[in-house]
């Protein structure tokens, strides 16, 4: 993660081409004062700051759930120096362990559950695919199951761009991410809202480019980039969590926006070899000079351009002028099949066939261009076109 101190919002400004959107979170999460709230993913980075926006709304009660004893141990420091009043469980635990998770939302009985545990790197889930999918889509189906025993009021999914059409193994575990949450939103049993937030990359997050090429810049190396034409959507992290805050508002007030996918206005999309250039010089460095930018390729999986919406989508605009709502059909019976695949290949730890159930929902070019083709699965013949899904 980007230190606090590392950019002002100036810079970042600079960096990413556009004004950060003006957000109030006190105001944006004022409908969770006096409310019990659980957070999974709590000691990554989103769920930290999350964390902290949420504590300073004043909840009755806070818990903070994660398999990071180290990271659990940091956020609780922190929340006992920002309110050492609040009520705060830390709660040790995977989201892949439903018996756990069961135990301690019964417990809790959370009011308001922001689901932010997920494996997010793309490399890592393309090499790990059950792994992948044991968190991200069955832990999200064990994270909603829980909600909806205790009668939570809502659970607050966070997707990303990459599920979108997606082209790697982490953005179809998270198409179905969404396709559970937004198929129990659908559904008339369920009390509960699930309310599904799609992402851009998050400047600074762990795990992303920019820690990279800060990396890089600090000592002196080369910045890779995988391709001269990339460009990725961003959002700050206080717009991250301002819209997962905002969607819980936006959601709860409209039954409208049911089974829909909230998503923020985050501008133009960045060209990541502009991204470094701007980096460099926000360093007081030269480009090409102090610190070279070499392009590489594409790594496995990796699109050239992301995108915000699938196509087929209908999009609608809410309330707040900077958040649309994207909605589309959901082929329930395939969803079902590959809940059911995907558990027996994940308690079995079959590589393969997690890899053929996850390869019908990933999106294989059509067109000539050689990138296109090229920048696709390595294990790509395990997967089948399939779009009756949606």
């Not at 206080?238 to 923020?264: K, N, W, Y």
């Amino acid at each position: 993660m980007i230190k606090d101190d590392q950019y002002n919002s100036a810079d970042v400004s600079k960096i990413l081409g556009r004004e950060e959107h003006d957000i109030d979170l006190f105001k944006s999460g004022a409908n969770l004062t006096g409310k019990r709230v659980l957070i999974t993913g709590a000691a990554g980075s989103i769920g930290s700051a999350l964390s902290r926006a949420v504590a300073a709304v004043s909840p009755s009660h806070i818990t903070l759930f994660d398999h990071d004893e180290y990271g659990l141990y940091n956020i609780r420091n922190t929340i006992e120096n920002l309110q050492h009043k609040l009520p705060c469980r830390i709660a040790l635990g995977d989201v892949r362990d439903r018996a756990r998770l069961g135990r301690v939302f019964i417990e809790e009985k959370p009011d308001v559950v922001f689901h932010v545990a997920a494996l997010k790197h793309v490399g890592m889930v393309e090499d790990n695919p059950a792994e992948g999918a044991a968190t991200n889509v069955l832990g999200t189906r064990n994270v909603a199951d829980a909600a909806e025993a205790v009668g939570a009021e809502a659970l607050v999914l966070i997707s990303t761009d990459k599920a979108v059409c997606p082209r790697n193994i982490m953005g179809a575990t998270k198409k179905l991410a969404e396709l559970v949450c937004r198929s129990k939103d659908i559904s008339n049993n369920s009390k509960t809202r699930f309310i599904v937030v799609r992402f851009g990359n998050v400047f600074g997050s762990s795990g992303s480019v920019v820690p990279l090429f800060q990396k890089q810049i600090d000592t002196r190396r080369s910045i890779t980039i995988t391709h001269s034409k990339a460009e990725r959507f961003f959002m700050t992290e206080r717009e991250a969590v301002g819209l997962l805050l905002d969607a819980l508002q936006l959601g709860l007030a409209s039954p409208q926006t049911t089974g829909g996918v909230f998503i923020q206005d985050m501008g133009q999309r960045v060209l990541i070899a502009d991204l470094a250039k701007r980096m460099i010089l926000a360093n007081g460095l030269m480009p090409d000079i102090d610190v070279p930018i070499v392009i590489t390729s594409l790594r496995p999986g990796e699109k050239i351009l992301e995108n915000l919406h699938e196509p087929g989508e209908e999009v609608a605009l809410t309330t707040d002028s900077k958040i649309s709502l994207a909605t589309s059909g959901i082929d329930v019976d395939a969803l079902r099949n590959a809940i059911h695949g995907l558990e027996t290949a994940c308690r079995m730890g079959d590589e393969q066939s997690a890899l053929q159930i996850l390869g019908k929902w990933l999106d294989i070019p059509d067109s000539d261009d050689k990138d296109s083709k090229n920048n696709v699965h390595q294990l790509g013949h395990y997967r089948t076109k399939n779009t009756s899904h949606t």
